[in-house]
């Protein structure tokens, strides 16, 4: 864990040429970081912000992997731009959170008694409050709200807009959809699903996916 100091500004690769990634590109160089290069599995499409960044190819191909080590031995650093949990969960793995870069968006609003993981991305206009805790790898998206004393498990993705109440857990690499809403004290399991504008009243098994109001087993 780290605190949400501010990190120097690093030279960044960006792992994942989706949407999300084109978020979190965005983000870093409004934090002045130096984005230097995208891997991924598909080439990015050539629009802002990758149309003039160096595509590097699959971080799975194994030489792509020894050129990101590379990389990162020379002081550049990785940020993992997927909202799937099990492919942050293996580039971690495969590269160690010391290779990561935190990002938190310049208009995000994080305590400054919550701590914050390796390799998180706090998105545009999120808020995360006092003495949360958010593990390595972590998606706190677009305006989403994590409340006191929330505690966010490796690779959970709390999607935009979504507001966990105080005391809420999430655990490792389960989604919180677009627009729910977890009542106070609430476990979500690790590698649960909860749908998009789902209400959730009472915990949720591990591996389930539930959704609606209240939220129900899918
Ligand atoms: C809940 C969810 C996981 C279900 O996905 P799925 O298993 O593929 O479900 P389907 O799309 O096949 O829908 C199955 C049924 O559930 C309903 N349903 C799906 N998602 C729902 C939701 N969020 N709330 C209420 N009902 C939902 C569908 O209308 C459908 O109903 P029907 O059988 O009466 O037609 C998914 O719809 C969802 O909400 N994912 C979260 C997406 C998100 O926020 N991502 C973050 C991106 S940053």
Do not use: K, Y
């Amino acid at each position: 864990m780290t605190s949400a100091t501010p990190s120097p500004l690093q030279r960044l690769v960006i792992l994942g040429g989706g949407g999300h990634a084109a978020v979190v590109a965005e983000s870093a160089a409004a934090l002045g970081h130096a984005v230097a290069a995208v891997a991924s599995r598909e080439r990015p499409a050539a629009a802002a912000p990758f149309e003039r960044i160096e595509w590097l190819g699959d971080p799975d191909d194994p030489a792509v992997a020894a050129r990101l080590d590379a990389l990162v031995a020379e002081g550049a650093r990785l940020h993992a731009a997927v909202g799937g949990a099990d492919l942050r969960l293996r580039w971690i793995a495969r590269f160690g959170s010391h290779a990561f870069a935190t990002l938190v968006d310049p208009t995000a609003h994080v305590s400054p008694s919550a701590s914050v993981g390796t390799g998180t991305f706090v998105a545009p206009r999120a808020t995360v409050n006092a003495r949360a805790t958010l593990g390595v790898g972590t998606i706190v998206n677009t305006a989403a709200i994590v409340e006191h004393d929330c505690a966010l498990e490796a690779c959970a993705h709390i999607a935009p807009a979504a507001v966990l109440c105080g005391a809420v857990r999430v655990g490792q690499g389960a989604l919180v959809g677009a627009g729910a809403v977890v009542l106070p004290g609430v476990a979500i399991g690790a590698n649960a699903t909860v749908g998009a504008g789902a209400v959730v009243t009472r915990s949720v098994p591990q591996g389930s996916t539930v959704h609606g109001v209240p939220a129900r087993g899918a």
